[in-house]
């Protein structure tokens, strides 16, 4: 059973960090992709972050680039996203996806399986 477990989120003042961690079970990093997206209130789901298994590379839109990291630690069959210089408008709840292909998408058509999401609240 294909299984994403996302944590880490929480209440961060503007300037501040955060890292999620996406735990995967039922199967292993190696020839997948994982993607972390976010959706606030009354705006289209977003993709945010993108690490594919088999090549190593990564993806992030400008809203998010030089301030996002992701990462993956096959040991733990876990994929990071470390947040720095949080904004307000980061404020969303963040999903990681998982799919069976090579190349990075930030489509969410793309992914079959996500995790149940995690609430990032960025306030003063």
Request: glycine share 10%; aromatic share 12%; hydrophobic share 30%.
């Amino acid at each position: 059973q294909v299984q994403l477990v996302e944590f880490g989120g929480g209440l961060v003042q503007p300037g501040g960090s955060l890292r999620l961690s996406c735990a995967a079970s039922g199967f292993t990093l190696d020839e997948h992709i994982i993607g972390w997206f976010r959706q606030a209130p009354g705006k289209e789901r977003e993709g945010v972050s993108c690490i594919s298994s088999t090549y190593g590379t990564t993806y992030y839109p400008d809203s998010v680039k030089s301030r996002f990291t992701i990462s993956r630690d096959n040991a733990k069959n876990t994929v990071y996203l470390q947040m720095n210089s949080l904004k307000p408008e980061d404020t969303a709840v963040y999903y990681c996806a998982t799919e069976a292909r090579d190349f990075c998408s930030g489509s969410s058509i793309d992914y079959d399986y996500w995790g149940q999401g995690t609430q990032v609240t960025v306030d003063p």
